[in-house]
């Protein structure tokens, strides 16, 4: 038995071996998306077996006697014992967002190989890990938040960064995602009023389980679920509609704007009438739509038309400006390693885990779930023609306004494409255009309805490009709320410090002025963004990519700490080893951002590069005096927040250092925050003793 | 046949726990075990529903 399992585990490993040679070394005209598919899932399974088991036995040591949060303080409210793959479905559910279906698209720039080697890599040695053991840290103490946790261990330096930084990040990334949403339905009135009729549907679907059926949560997720596919269909004949079509038609702007007014109306509302009732709803479309996609593209097993490299890692790309190295791992950051996670596995996860045991699966392996979601937005982005990819996912400020010029630009790169090609896919997707509709949704969409269409029948494509913008919209706005949310509870409580009524989460006047403030920060960088001729996904994308593995430093500083004072120092390479390449890809990208003479990369030769034609009189065409003002003032803007997110970075690892260096000669520090070990009750006499042995 | 209406009732009832739909009914089972014997009475399903809620989208809770 254990020799068979010793074969069978060498023939995954042969396996994984050959299809990962087969993707890095295959030179002809196209390759099979199943090369994709098999070495991802022998990495993972390889990852999951071997190299979590070794940090859940020799580094974490798991202790199944020991009780988690949800027996100790069980008061049946915020700590209550869940069945372990019910909270894999949760906790999955929780991490997973429209981050690694984005961040990989845009990082096809530089051809399939450079992404995919980076989502399976950074995942099982990096993303997994980092979810891993800051679940299992905050499990052992009392399912303490990251920034609690980095306060308790580090002091009070430790906590301030890993607090403002929270806020930061989520400012640039609610920003980022409306500047998606705002791509995904800038002129498309089909694309525009399904999503938006995804706000009455909420509405509806939380009246119905408020009012009418309490409680009934799966009815009313089927209710709504085929009111959204409705929806769909519906758009599509709004958009054959002449006096309908144009209430739904408008610039990028415009919907920025409304997308602003309704960012601030769902953080003030109670969560009950918008925010809840659409997570079911996005929940389950993702989780389904997911395995549809998975299904499919099994099934179908389409040709990788993409090269492996292209000519773009060399920082000239027209998706965003920057080379191989640092950008992809700045762009793929969910999906590989996303400092997000740990503030879901840390505070909420913890508290519904009813044994330590089941960190493993829910902390690695809710990641690499996740990580297969973003091989396959690999998978989707590959499979187009790569001049389609590139008329898409290009902005107007590279290959110019027109169509003619889009295609003698695109073509001038190597890449064949013409207008009647890109006439027809418009056609085939039920849009007018499909040139420059950056962000990745929009390519996400064609990518993923050609796959079903190709699998369920090709005279619905039009309806599942748009099923899988509003697929993509759903969960972007869940995202939005939720963010806005989040943002505004942390500055009531910073503001109930100096005012104590603005503290109160029910006060109106607080309500509406720390929504206001949020909203506003987030609403200028989307604003900004869509002004940009530069696509803003330009700007922004790198930012937030920062701020998320700032974020996912910040979590592994923690950790290290922990390790080090757990007395497992000759372990700690599990979490310094990816820490270390983290502010390394950080910093650099953060200075290249910062100096780069290179007008697309660096922040501050672009403000001095429109400052110079602002003054000579000489802008480019497209914009106008205002304009380029406001984009120089975001420049600069840009570069602060580029240059806060590298201090606190530096500051951070320092300070781990100066602690490390004090634990381990013996000099005074904080001591472990470790909750005292207590028996679980769950174990019986007869479990205790078949572990003992 | 037996066998398979009982795996057919397995997913069922965790299709229901997963979704949530079930929590109500688990509150109920929680609070008769531990709290019934104060004489108090349970929440009804639409007030805990309400909490649950509250309680859900209380920090952090979507991701990117």
């Known amino acids: ?110 051809g399939y190989l450079p992404g995919t080697l980076w989502i399976l890599v950074g995942a099982v040695l990096g993303g997994c890990v980092q979810d891993f053991v800051i679940l299992f840290f905050s499990t052992r103490r009392n399912g303490r938040s990251l920034g609690q946790m980095a306060y308790d261990e580090l002091g009070i330096i430790g906590g301030s960064a890993a607090l403002v930084g929270v806020m930061v990040i989520m400012i640039i990334l609610i920003a980022v995602l409306g500047l998606v949403v705002v791509n995904a339905m800038k ?75 309704y960012g601030f109306s769902a953080a003030a509302a109670p969560v009950w009438l918008l925010l809840a009732p659409r997570d079911y709803l996005s929940t389950i479309m993702k989780i389904g739509t997911m395995l549809m996609l998975a299904v499919a593209v099994i099934v179908l097993r389409p040709e990788i038309k993409m090269p492996a490299l292209t000519q773009f890692i060399d920082g000239t790309g027209p998706i965003f400006g920057g080379g191989l190295f640092p950008f992809v791992f700045i762009t793929i950051a969910c999906g590989a390693i996303s400092g997000f996670h740990s503030l879901i596995s840390s505070g909420t996860t913890p508290k519904l885990l009813s044994n330590e045991m089941d960190a493993r699966l829910i902390g690695y392996g809710a990641m690499v779930v996740e990580s297969f979601v973003a091989i396959m937005a690999i998978i989707a982005a590959t499979i187009m023609d790569p001049g389609v990819y590139f008329a898409i996912n290009s902005p107007v400020g ?123 920060a987030w ?35 923690v950790a290290t700490i922990i390790l080090i004072k757990s007395d497992k120092l000759r372990y700690v390479w599990i979490t310094a080893a990816p820490l ?4 390394i890809v950080t910093s650099v990208a953060a200075w290249e951002k910062l100096f780069n003479p290179e007008l697309r990369i660096g922040f501050l030769s672009h403000a001095q590069d429109l400052t110079t034609r602002l003054a000579g009189g000489v802008l480019p065409s497209d914009i106008t005096v205002i304009e380029a003002q406001q984009l120089i003032f975001n420049d600069y803007l840009a570069a602060a927040l580029t240059t806060f997110f590298l201090i606190t970075t530096w500051i951070l690892v320092l300070e781990t250092l100066r602690i490390s260096y004090r634990i381990i000669t013996g000099k005074s520090h904080l001591a472990l925050s470790e909750a005292p070990y207590q028996l679980s009750q769950k174990i019986t006499t007869k479990s205790r003793l078949i572990i003992k042995n | 046949m037996n066998y398979l209406k009982k795996n057919i009732n397995r997913g069922w009832e965790l299709l229901r726990t997963i979704s949530g739909d079930d929590a109500y009914e688990r509150y109920l089972e929680h609070w008769h075990t531990y709290h019934a014997k104060n004489g108090d009475k349970p929440l009804d399903c639409k007030t805990f529903f309400q909490m649950e809620q509250d309680r859900k989208w209380n920090g952090i809770k979507r991701c990117c």
């Open chain 1, 580 to 583: 270390t390449w983290l502010v």
């Open chain 1, 398 to 520: 590279i290959v110019g306004k027109e169509a003619v010029d889009a295609i003698a630009v695109i073509n001038s790169w190597g890449f064949p494409i013409n207008i009647a090609q890109m006439h027809q896919l418009a056609a085939d997707m039920g849009e007018a255009s499909l040139f420059a509709r950056t962000g990745g949704a929009p390519s996400f969409a064609v990518g993923m309805a050609s796959i079903f269409a190709n699998t369920f029948g090709t005279n619905m494509t039009a309806i599942w490009y748009h099923f899988a913008i509003m697929f993509e919209a759903l969960f972007i706005l869940t995202t939005l709320d939720a963010g806005t949310r989040v943002g505004r509870f942390m500055l009531q409580d910073l503001l109930g410090n100096l005012y104590k009524p603005m503290g109160r989460t029910s006060w109106y006047p607080s309500v509406f002025f720390t929504s206001a403030l949020v909203v506003s």
């Open chain 1, 187 to 261: 002129y498309s009135p089909w694309a525009t009023s399904t999503v938006a009729a995804t706000i009455p549907i909420a509405i509806l679907i939380g009246l119905y389980m408020r009012n009418i059926r309490p409680g009934r949560v799966m009815e009313g997720t089927l209710i709504g679920v085929i009111l959204l596919l409705l929806a769909v269909v519906g758009g599509g004949w709004i958009d054959q509609q002449p006096n309908l079509r144009h209430w739904f038609n408008y610039d990028g702007p415009t919907l920025a704007l409304l997308i602003i007014a």
């Open chain 1, 1 to 110: 038995m254990k020799s068979l399992k010793i074969i069978a585990w060498v023939l995954v490993t042969f396996l994984g071996v050959g299809a990962i040679g087969a993707i890095a070394l295959h030179r002809g005209e196209t390759i099979n998306s199943v090369w994709f598919i098999v070495a991802a899932v022998c990495v993972y399974a390889i990852g999951y077996r071997f190299y979590s088991a070794f940090i859940a036995t020799k580094v974490l040591l798991l202790d199944p006697t020991r009780a988690t949060p949800s027996e100790r303080l069980n008061n049946n409210r915020d700590f209550v014992s869940t069945n372990k793959w019910v909270l894999f479905g949760h906790h999955f559910a929780a991490i997973a967002g429209p981050g690694p279906l984005i961040g990989p698209t845009l990082a096809v720039q530089f």
């Open chain 1, 523 to 557: 609403g200028y960088f989307l604003y900004i963004g869509t002004l940009d001729p530069l696509g803003g996904i330009n700007s922004l994308w790198p930012l937030f990519g920062i701020a998320n593995q700032m974020l996912a430093a910040i979590a592994l500083c």
